[in-house]
């Protein structure tokens, strides 16, 4: 059973930082990509970021480049998002996911992140 653990959510205000932590079990991790994604209230899912297996792909959405650093420890089976600079948009639930490119068959259950002005 697949399983993926997503903390490190909280309150921060605008212009800190958070780091967020996927912890997965379940099958081999190092042989898949890992994503993060994010919804707001009212909007629908979007792509934050992603890695590939050996941590050397990755890749941001606009919004988030330059701010937002994706990163894996393949031995401790965890993925890291590194959010600096956060804005009260970037507030929202963060999932985790893995899968193979293009396609994610596990999810996490969310943490959720907010970012007040």
């Known amino acids: 059973q697949v399983q993926l653990v997503e903390s490190g959510g909280g309150l921060v205000q605008a212009g800190g930082s958070l780091r967020l932590s996927c912890a997965a079990s379940g099958r081999t991790f190092s042989h898949y990509r890992v994503g993060w994604f994010r919804q707001a209230p009212g909007k629908e899912r979007e792509f934050v970021a992603s890695?590939?297996?050996?941590?050397?792909?990755?890749s941001y959405a606009n919004s988030v480049k330059g701010r937002f650093t994706i990163s894996r420890d393949n031995a401790k089976t965890t993925v890291y998002l590194q959010m600096n600079s956060l804005k009260p948009e970037d507030t929202a639930v963060y999932y985790c996911a893995q899968g193979v490119p293009g396609k994610y068959d596990y999810w996490g259950q969310g943490t959720q992140v907010t970012v007040s002005s």
């Open positions: 890695i590939g297996w050996s941590g050397s792909t990755t």
